[in-house]
Nanobody, 127 residues
Framework: QVQLVESGGGSVQAGGSLRLSCAAS????????IGWFRQAPGKERDFVAA?????????YNADSVKGRFTISRDNPKNTVYLQMNSLKPEDTAVYYC???????????????????WGQGTQVTVSS
């Protein structure tokens, strides 16, 4: 059974930083695209960033996080990270990592392309 486990969430003040981790059981890990999404209360789940399993290219939600968030992967550790800097109150949400069922896919912002999801980790940014 595929598992994705997020960690690293917490509460920070505006301007602070957090690093989220996503440990995934998909194998071979390096061949799977991993995406980060977030969902604020009462809102839809939105794309944040993704890193490709085909060429490790990255994709960001430019409107909301480009220039502040960085996605990366450590394949020997089977982990993808989301470094979040210059956090804003509007970044407050539950953050989820996800993976498609197929390998060697491109990084995509389309929620319906992701089949496996973690349980989420809460990020709260206070002003």
């Amino acid at each position: 059974q595929v598992q994705l486990v997020e960690s690293g969430g917490g509460s920070v003040q505006a301007g602070g930083s957090l690093r989220l981790s996503c440990a995934a059981s998909v194998r071979p890990f390096s061949s799977y695209t991993i995406g980060w999404f977030r969902q604020a209360p009462g809102k839809e789940r939105d794309f944040v960033a993704a890193i490709s399993g085909s060429d490790s290219s990255t994709l960001y939600n430019a409107d909301s996080v480009k220039g502040r968030f960085t996605i990366s992967r450590d394949n020997p550790k089977n982990t993808v990270y989301l470094q979040m800097n210059s956090l804003k109150p509007e970044d407050t949400a539950v953050y989820y990592c996800a993976s498609p069922r197929r390998i060697w896919t491109i990084a995509t912002p389309r929620l319906e392309e992701y089949d496996y999801w973690g349980q989420g980790t809460q990020v709260t940014v206070s002003s």
